[in-house]
């Protein structure tokens, strides 16, 4: 055992740093932003840059509170912060909703917002349950505790609504992909019921991230391409767009299936040829599901994608958000228009909304351009790669459990919230971590890592 | 099993996104600059700023048109926080459904947009641009509204200039200007919603000219339009510019006293001056006060009423009126005659009333006395001879030939088309040819006989005023004449070049000198059918006309020009109804020629006489 005292040499420095220069920056940003030249001060209470300052001293007060105390602690109350984190999920459900979602839960002039705490909470416990349960990854109860314990939150953020943080839940099942637990056992359950089946395996419960791009990746065509129609070089004829969808997949599973015959033995054929089969049936029920269920999804939500996906063209109206602030940040040009030099995204002229929040990657990229954006963008993979580091070094799986989902949290809020800066997102509202202003990201972020950092700190102490 | 390899994918996911993630960020911020425009066209607005309209003066330096500053009152709906439209309402003295119904009207006012690519229809308004709510305030009116304008967010009142006429005179000739309507501003993006326009007269030719150039100041400007800050230093901004001053060949003194004398009297009076063409006066009896029609609110008071006057006063008479000139034309058909040799200065014409009807009067026996006397058998002898030449055997084809050539004629003294002028709104009036009669008779169905009435300016023959003036004119330069035009100058430069080149008739200069003799003995010798005219110290050559009119009275006609000698004035006296040429177009021609050449009037009895006179109620 090592002397509690050493505890500064075990911290993992490079990712701390990297911390510490991510809120700098953001801080920067916020001043810059929100400035106003009747409270100069950085340090003005009354304004959003004096707030974050306090924000960022809280969260540093938090990250020391989570050092003082032993790491065991997270680990055997995981199940009460859990719990505690979900009933505040509850509790906000009955504050009065502001902007249409319950989303704030207020205590005086200060609201917190429960959705960005109970990521922690689902972190913990869900390292903390799968760490229990020595290599039983492959089992049904498992699959379904598991999925649960990442799906209950889920349900309730649903009801708030918010959807951006409803989106960065499901960064939860990469952390499920790493560890290796498979959806199979539910899914054999499933198709061995069918007489004449027995799988052993399938590749859709085990290789569900790539699945999972490829559905996304199926969606995005789908509704591409069934907008049109395709008369196939034959005047007169108008055939649906899903009509040309599925003759595309038809003609792909054809091709897969030469390819695969060619190489295999007679049995293998036939083996081939149903799963061929059954690929082209699932692919086919997506793309004519995604049409459906396109149609079903309220109609800004479904503007957002369609403006994203280039279908629908409305730079003033529905599109104004992502157009202006793709507007500041492309002209920010290769070294930026200076600090405090944004003219579409200072809080003053207010081109951008939310500039301060949500879109605070446009003041930044306007104000120091190209460079400033690298620096940006080389910062957040350099932090993105040390925790998948620091994960990858624990022999405890639990820490390593844990470090992945700090890890795929923080890319999820980093790819979306500079996606839907640069265009490439839809517009949904989540922060940008450690830069955007605002007490419950900064706070949750924070603990969030500071948990890990403590974690690595003492990795040398634990056995499993 | 082991699923270390699967760190891979998420890490090359990752680094994956990283990589793309730069790549676009490189090519919007540093490659593709159209977001550095569309960031220019969100932010940087550009403010522009109307100059009042050009000045005008007249030829003596008065100033004819002038700028006064009204107010607009400027509605922003953005920054409207509330509005009590109730108090507002009295504020500005309207109902309360009125004040609703004007943000209705605005917005409908400024017309729908539609986009092809998206298929949708949106509308120009926008909420952060500022509309004029209330137009045209004048300082005492906005003086009252201006103090309690802080407890009505969103309205703020902005100067404006308007036209003012110091005369009250020239309203035919200026025309009037009015607000753009969607139209206009899509045919010449320059204007924008509020902007005006002329619409008539030298307001309407002279329009890029009196618009002057708008300035624009470019600034960076939050998203609620509020200026932030002057854009780069203010380096691209720059001045509006007013239009140069502009100065006409209008005498408004004359035209004053002129637009008197003809009151309670339909017709016009056209002066130019001879040796520049410059048009001195232009009258249009009945008129109105141009500054009736001088912004939104008189416009839509008085505009209806004047459309609706039967008298017309709208219509510019002496330019789009055509009449038959009458005798005055006997002035041409001699001029014609002797240039094309079928009489000389000598001939004589028995005065053979069974031919055509005249007064009596002594044997025309010389051109000159045919001009005196107006002898209409002199004149159908004469024109006779000119459309039947003779160089055609056939009688029908002889008349083809000459009638045609006669036109030829009639064209290069400007008649029987438009004149190619800053003068707005001209009809050509009527000459007319071969093809004219071949289609109402049919080709070689007419001869001289036929088209008789022609040869004393009856008939099909029609002339605008401006034309009848010019005849003067062309008479008082021996055969030549400048376009007929308003403006002499813009700021430095001087009349337009089409308005400095001399138009030749196709008669020769030594055939004038007998018209112009004839003419002079008109007013100055017994006999002469214009002795009201007549002034002892003023040589005045001039020719009556008296046209039948098939509807009422006879019209009263009279074209002149005077000193004699080196003339400065030629003109034309058309009166409606009012008979004999000499009785009453003849002594307003005088007295106009009185006043603009000694700029006092000597007579007061002729002049009482005029003033006194109400022709226009006459049938």
């Not at chain 1, 699959?143 to 960065?168: E, H, R, W, Y």
């Not at chain 1, 033995?265 to 396109?294: C, D, H, P, Q, Y």
């Not at chain 2, 339909?266 to 009736?292: F, H, Q, R, W």
Request: aromatic share 12%; net charge positive.
């Amino acid at each position: 055992m090592r002397k509690e005292n050493n505890i500064t040499q075990d911290i993992d420095w490079p990712l701390l740093v990297s911390y510490l220069v991510l809120v700098s920056m953001g801080l920067m940003t916020v001043y810059s932003t929100a400035f106003d030249p009747e409270h100069p001060s950085i340090f003005d209470f009354s304004m959003k840059y004096g707030k974050q300052v306090m924000w960022i001293g809280v969260s540093l007060f938090l990250g020391l509170l989570v050092f003082l105390i032993d790491s065991s602690i997270y680990r055997k109350f995981a199940v009460p912060i859990y719990l505690f984190t979900l009933s505040l999920l509850v509790l906000v459900l009955f504050m009065p909703a502001i902007n249409g979602a319950h989303a704030w839960l207020g205590f005086g002039s200060f609201g917190i917002q429960p959705a960005e705490f109970a990521k922690i909470g689902t972190a913990l416990l869900l390292s903390s349950y799968l760490s229990n349960v020595n290599m039983h990854l492959q089992n049904v109860k498992t699959v379904l505790i598991s999925n649960a314990i990442i799906l209950v939150p889920m349900a309730l953020i649903i009801l708030q609504p918010d959807a951006g943080t409803l989106v960065v839940f499901t960064s939860f099942l990469f952390v499920l992909y790493r560890e290796g637990l498979s959806y199979d056992p539910l899914i054999l359950k499933i198709t061995n019921a069918f007489p004449g089946i027995r799988f052993k395996q399938t590749w859709l419960g085990t290789h569900f991230i790539p699945i999972m791009f490829y559905v996304v990746f199926l969606c995005v065509i789908t509704l591409l391409v069934s907008v049109n129609t395709f008369s196939f070089y034959m005047p007169g004829v108008a055939v649906p767009g899903i009509v040309g969808v599925l003759i595309a997949l038809l003609l792909l599973a054809a091709l897969i299936y030469l390819l695969l015959s060619r190489m295999s033995s007679r049995r293998e054929k036939r083996r081939a040829l149903l799963v061929v089969i059954l690929g082209f049936v699932l692919s086919a029920i997506i793309a004519l599901s995604v049409n459906f269920m396109f149609q079903g999804l309220a109609s800004h939500q479904k503007a957002r994608i369609e403006f994203v996906l280039g279908m629908k063209d409305d730079p003033n109206g529905g599109d104004y958000n992502r157009f202006r602030a793709m507007a500041a940040v492309g002209s920010g040009g290769f070294t930026g228009k200076g600090y405090k030099g944004a003219s579409l995204s200072s809080v003053r002229s207010n081109h951008v909304p939310e500039s301060e929040t949500d879109f605070i990657f446009c003041p930044f990229a306007e104000e120091w351009g190209f460079v400033g954006s690298l620096i940006l963008v080389s910062t957040y993979m350099f932090m993105l790669f040390r925790i998948i580091v620091i994960a990858e070094r624990q022999r405890s799986r639990y820490y390593r459990i844990y470090g992945y989902a700090v890890g795929m949290i923080l890319f999820y809020h980093f790819a979306i919230n500079i996606g839907m800066n640069i265009g490439f997102v839809p517009v949904i509202g989540i922060p940008l971590p450690f830069f955007s202003y605002g007490g419950s990201s900064m706070m949750s972020f924070s603990i969030l890592l500071f948990v890990l950092l403590k974690l690595d700190s003492q990795r040398r102490d634990v056995l499993y | 099993m082991n699923f270390d390899s699967r760190k891979i994918v998420i890490i090359t996911f990752i680094a994956t996104i990283g990589v793309i993630y730069t790549f676009r960020l490189f090519y919007m911020q540093v490659i593709d600059d159209t977001w550095t425009l569309r960031a220019q066209e969100i932010a940087e607005k550009r403010h522009e700023i109307t100059p009042p309209r050009g000045v005008i003066f007249d030829r003596n330096g008065r100033k004819v048109v002038s700028n006064e500053t009204y107010y607009n009152l400027m509605m922003t709906e953005a920054d409207i926080t509330h509005l009590d439209t109730v108090a507002f309402a009295k504020l500005i003295g309207w109902t309360p459904e009125k004040v609703k119904q004007r943000f209705i009207e605005i917005r409908v006012g400024e017309g729908k947009f539609y986009n092809k690519y998206s298929n949708k229809t949106t509308s120009n308004y926008q909420k952060v641009r500022a509309y004029p709510f209330l137009k045209e305030l004048t300082l005492e009116e906005i003086a009252e509204i201006a103090p309690h304008l802080e407890d009505f967010p969103g309205f703020k009142e902005e100067p404006t200039s308007m036209r003012k006429y110091p005369y009250k005179s020239g309203a035919n000739i200026l025309g009037y200007i009015a607000e753009v309507n969607r139209e206009d501003i899509v045919n010449d993006r320059y204007y924008r919603p509020g902007d005006n326009m002329g619409r008539s007269g030298i307001e309407r030719f002279y329009e890029l000219q009196l618009r002057g150039q708008k300035g624009v100041k470019y600034i960076v400007t939050s998203a609620l339009n509020n200026a932030i800050e002057a854009f780069a230093g203010g380096k691209y901004d720059t001045i509006a510019k007013q239009s140069e001053v502009m100065k006409l060949g209008l005498d408004v003194v004359l035209q004053t006293y002129g637009e008197q004398l003809m009151q309670n009297k339909k017709g016009c009076v056209v002066a130019i001056e001879p040796s520049s063409g410059e048009v001195l006066t232009m009258i249009s009896a009945p008129s109105y006060d141009p500054n009736l029609l001088v912004g939104k609110r008189n416009i839509s008071d008085n505009y209806p009423a004047l459309i609706r006057d039967e008298n017309k006063p709208l219509f510019p008479r002496p330019l789009a009126s055509e009449y038959p000139p009458g005798s005055i034309f006997k002035l041409v058909q001699s001029l014609i005659g002797l240039q094309e040799g079928v009489i000389d200065v000598n001939t004589g014409f028995p005065c053979n009333k069974s031919l055509v009807g005249c007064h009596n009067h002594p044997y025309p026996s010389d051109i000159m006395k045919a001009v005196q006397f107006s002898c209409n058998p002199y004149y159908y002898q004469l024109t006779k001879r000119i459309i039947q030449e003779g160089k055609k055997p056939n009688v029908f084809a002889d008349a083809e030939v000459g009638l045609n050539l006669w036109a030829k004629y009639m064209h290069s003294f400007g008649l029987g088309q438009k004149l190619d002028s800053d003068i707005t709104g001209q009809r050509p009036g009527r000459i007319p040819d071969a093809d004219y009669y071949d289609k109402w008779y049919g080709h070689h169905q007419w001869a001289f006989s036929t088209i008789r009435s022609i040869s004393i300016g009856q008939g099909e023959v029609a002339l605008t005023p401006l034309q009848m003036a010019n005849i003067a004119a062309i008479i008082a330069n021996k055969g030549w004449f400048y376009t007929p035009h308003f403006v002499k100058s813009l700021g430095n430069s001087g009349p337009l070049p089409e308005f400095k080149k001399k138009n030749y008739t196709m008669v020769e200069a030594k055939h004038f000198p007998p018209i112009i003799e004839g003419m002079r003995r008109v007013v100055n010798e017994s006999g002469g059918t214009a002795r009201m005219a007549r002034m002892s110290d003023i040589v005045i050559c001039g020719k009556t006309g008296t046209v039948e009119n098939p509807h009422g009275k006879d019209h009263s006609v009279f074209i002149a020009f005077a000193p004699k000698d080196n003339p400065k004035i030629a003109i034309a006296v058309f009166i409606e109804n009012a008979g004999f040429g000499g009785s009453w177009a003849a002594p307003i021609a005088s007295l106009m020629i009185e006043k603009y050449l000694k700029g006092k009037v000597t007579d007061s009895i002729k002049e009482k006489r005029i003033l006194d006179a109400h022709l226009s109620s006459m049938p």
